[in-house]
């Protein structure tokens, strides 16, 4: 199971940092992802990183503004997201994949994902 967390209203400019805690033995054998939901829109990939961290993927507008990592020894993963924009409010998933790489973009390659938690910017 995924839980994420640490969503939350921030000023257009301001930083967030978003966790999504695993349970389970397998958390170090996923790809690891984050998509965001808006009002209205379906849902979209923001980043992916491998197994061991050493490869990150990143949808074109959130590059140089949002980091994705993760520490196989505390099961989990992060979103660090600054310079937010008011473009970036959304509802905001992690989930886990059994790969390839060359899916991640792709929400139908997750098989596991967590609730979900609101992140709202303020212009």
């Known amino acids: 199971q995924l839980q994420a967390s640490g969503g939350g209203l921030v000023q257009a400019g301001g930083s967030l940092r978003l966790s999504c805690a695993a349970s389970?033995?397998?958390?170090?054998?996923?790809?690891m992802g984050w998509f965001r939901q808006a009002p209205g829109k379906e849902r979209a990939f923001v980043a992916a990183i491998n197994r061991s961290g050493g490869s990150r993927y990143y949808e074109d507008s959130v590059k140089g503004r949002i980091t994705i990592s993760r520490d196989n020894a505390k099961n989990a993963v992060y979103l660090q997201m600054n310079n937010v924009k008011p473009e970036d409010t959304a509802v905001y998933y992690c989930a886990a994949s059994p790969g390839p790489e060359s899916r991640l973009p792709q929400a139908g390659a997750y098989g596991v994902w967590g609730q979900g938690t609101l992140v709202t910017v303020s212009s």
């Open positions: 389970g033995r397998t958390f170090s054998t996923n790809f």
